[in-house]
């Protein structure tokens, strides 16, 4: 097994609300009054109050290429993901130096050398860190890197992994580009950072109980851990053309097929069953679900095919209200919620999940720890 100890979301300072959004992002994407109707529509459905940007919101206008955008990911993504980090060790106790692992996921800029090296010198890791840099994982990119996370510590137990996620999906808005995929894009993605930390069975915080050092909330309560018990990774056939990019020189341009929802009703069922039966479990035995909030009818489709209360998906909703999708930081985004705010008993088991290009499906089984 191994341990979740800590997760820190990070959101940039630029905060507006959907409909100033909107109302600047409308003329972008489109000058034609039907597009704008239809932009407004989906903006005002997408279960979005507010998103965090990267950028002060006009300087959206100003940037048409792959070139200039990235520059931009670069520059502000590898900040952006220190401050996750930091935060995410101190609430674990922890100092760059006991890092041994980074795994680091983005899907909207890249970096050569990798965000893992950006971060490496700023926020004092080691010279001889392993790292795991990852690009494509999508919006499944949270929950694949805590599965793979998992992975490297079984192999090593005293270890110490740090799993960053940083997306800057306000960079991706393509103008004079009035599809539906462009428009429903550009009123559901959000920038952030998450940043979890992670030790093997054998790590001292592992072990630890409330007086040994183990971390604790401001107000002197053990914060609530989790503990990773299994993964599985599901990629569905025949999807490759339905969700993911396609890079232009303007940027990367979303792909996004109005048929996820459907998908997820009928696939995401028999393969959380397949994942629980192996522990002699039932989804109506988990009282705790960490959902990617991809979006209201992405949260809806897993909530009908699992048959869950509206209650299950309470945290998804809110982190999609607050922030907008952040694509693979979401994931995290929510199991940071769960963790601040669950009451299930120690020791009840939780099932996270997110999806991403491919199609795929990754799930995580956890229990979750003391508070």
Avoid at 160 to 180: F, K, M, N, P
Wanted: a negative charge.
């Amino acid at each position: 097994m191994s341990y979740v100890v800590a997760v820190e979301p990070v959101l940039p300072g630029n905060v507006y609300a959907q409909e100033a959004i909107t109302d600047v992002v409308g003329p972008l994407v489109t000058p034609d009054p039907a597009r704008i109707t239809l932009l407004r529509r989906l903006h005002a459905s997408a279960g979005v109050d507010h998103r965090h940007l990267v950028l002060p919101l006009e300087e959206y206008a100003g940037l048409h290429s792959l070139g200039a955008t990235n520059a931009v990911f670069v520059r502000e993504g590898a900040l952006l993901a220190e401050r996750a980090c930091r935060r995410a060790l101190a609430a674990a106790g922890l100092e760059p130096g006991d890092v041994d692992h980074v795994f680091a996921t983005s899907v909207t800029g890249v970096a050569a050398p990798s965000l893992d090296v950006l971060l490496a010198e700023p926020l004092g890791l080691r010279s001889d860190v392993r790292r795991t840099p990852s690009f494509g994982l999508g919006c499944a990119g949270g929950a694949g890197g805590l599965a793979r996370v998992h992975d490297h510590l079984l192999g090593r137990p005293s270890d110490v992994s740090l799993l960053v996620s940083v997306e800057l999906c306000s960079l991706t808005l393509q103008h004079g580009d009035a599809s539906t995929a462009n428009v429903v894009a550009s009123g559901l993605f959000g920038d952030g950072a998450a940043a979890a930390v992670v030790v093997g069975a054998a790590h001292p915080l592992a072990r630890a109980e409330p007086g040994d050092g183990a971390p604790r909330q401001a107000a002197g309560r053990r914060r609530r851990t989790a503990t990773v018990v299994d993964t599985r990774s599901r990629l569905y056939p025949g999807t490759t053309g339905a969700l993911g990019w396609e890079v232009r020189d303007t940027g990367f341009a979303i792909v996004l097929s109005a048929g996820l929802p459907d998908l997820l009703r009928a696939h995401l069922l028999a393969d959380v069953k397949s994942l629980l039966a192996e522990h002699d479990l039932t989804p109506a035995e988990v009282p705790t679900w960490v959902v990617h909030a991809g979006g209201p009818r992405v949260i809806d489709a897993v909530r009908d095919a699992l048959g869950l209360p509206e209650d299950a998906v309470r945290e998804s909703r809110a982190s999609l209200a607050c922030a907008g999708n952040l694509s693979s930081a979401s994931v995290l985004d929510v199991l940071a919620r769960t963790l601040a705010h669950s009451d299930a008993p120690p020791g009840s088991p939780a099932v996270l999940m997110a999806f991403g290009p491919g199609v795929s499906c990754e799930l995580v089984l956890l229990n979750l720890g003391d508070r």
